[in-house]
């Protein structure tokens, strides 16, 4: 009987809004702005339906969210570029922080011995204003958005394997955790083939959408990680 190699977990991805970013509701906000410029009437049964959608795909890159709700193309990066600018303003207010014990996590991920990479399906200036806000423009080895990793975010697996091909911590994908709140980060992290797709209860979407993406655990929080990730290989 040939017994089965242990895998040992060296790359984390990890999800930022709704994972180890608490951004408060934020996204809704800017979806608000965003449909305004492009004449959605707030109130309207048009914009309640396209803010159910907003919701229902919280994890999707923002700017297929907006392809899909305004079609032309015009239209779309009009309203992605509305979007963008609404919440870095409201990033600039100061109205994000990091979901509880979050950077603790992290700092206890890299004390393993892991490469840790943070990924986001903002556009990479509103990604860069969130690390600035919070001070992490240096925690992580590596932060990707959608453009980093040829244009197409999650539910596509693009984005992870990006940071296993561009850190080289990993020999296989299999030593690879992704964690997100989202049925897109399951959905991408499974389509990746990771060793664990972790689901997180911080954010968008509960633990029967979790399990049903293909969530391997379903957590509290991105805290319970690092403790996952050290037991998996034992």
Known sequence: MVRELTTHIKL????????????????????????????????S?????????????????KISVFRHLFGAEDLAQRANTAFEKAYGELVDDGLIAPVDGAREAVEELKADGLTVVLTTGFARVTQDAILAALGWRDLVDLTLCPADAGGRGRPYPDMVLAAFLRTGAADSVREVAVAGDTAYDMRSGTRAGAGIVAGVRTGAHDEAALRGAGATHVLPSVVELPALIRDFGS
């Open 45 to 61: 049964a048009d914009h309640a339906a396209k803010l159910d959608y907003v919701r229902a795909t919280m994890g999707e890159s």
């Open 12 to 43: 984390a991805v990890l999800d930022m809004a709704g994972t180890t970013v608490a951004d408060g509701g934020l996204v809704e906000r800017a979806f608000a702005a965003a449909a305004g410029e492009l004449g959605v009437e707030p109130g």
